[in-house]
């Protein structure tokens, strides 16, 4: 059966990842959406005073994220899509053979005033390297049908 609304309570926790960064893929994903330099090559990375080293797209993370989302709750959810992202924060980059896991914590929930059977779930996100340095925090919210909902 999968998790309806009644299933994100408040403060709910669940485990993301793991996810290990791999170098052609942060390549190949900042060579096609983000092409900065210090996405792109080593040298390049290693000249920039912020970062230091060839690192990750703060989107290709996101992406990333995304993924675990979807393993670790959103398939086997009523997932509805959501509505928007209240914010995302990179918080520090992410390297060639980072092994990135993270939390999704269901922060509130409510049902929604016009659809009964939607409910609205806030949830809070982040993203850690294998050193615990949270690489990632995000909120937004989740629309997720009730058991009302999928029985109609």
């Not at 040298?43 to 996101?62: D, F, I, R």
């Not at 994220?65 to 670790?72: I, P």
Request: negative net charge.
């Amino acid at each position: 059966m999968k998790r309806a609304y009644e299933d994100f309570e408040e403060g709910l926790e669940i485990p993301l990842g793991p996810y290990t960064a791999e170098r052609d893929e942060m390549i190949a994903f900042a060579a096609e959406f983000d092409p900065q330099p210090f996405h792109l090559d080593d040298e390049a990375g290693g000249a920039n005073e912020l970062v230091g080293s060839l690192t990750a797209s703060g989107w290709h993370t996101c992406s990333v994220l995304m993924r675990m989302m979807a393993d670790g709750f959103l398939i086997d959810s009523t997932s509805q899509g959501s509505p928007g992202v209240d914010f995302v924060k990179w918080r520090a980059p992410v390297r060639p053979g980072d092994r990135l896991t993270g939390t999704a914590r269901v922060l509130s929930r409510r049902l929604s005033a016009k659809h009964p059977t939607l409910g609205i779930a806030k949830i809070a996100v982040a993203l850690a390297n294998q050193e615990g340095v949270t690489v990632l925090e995000s909120e937004y919210s989740l629309l997720l049908l009730t058991r009302a909902g999928t029985a109609a």
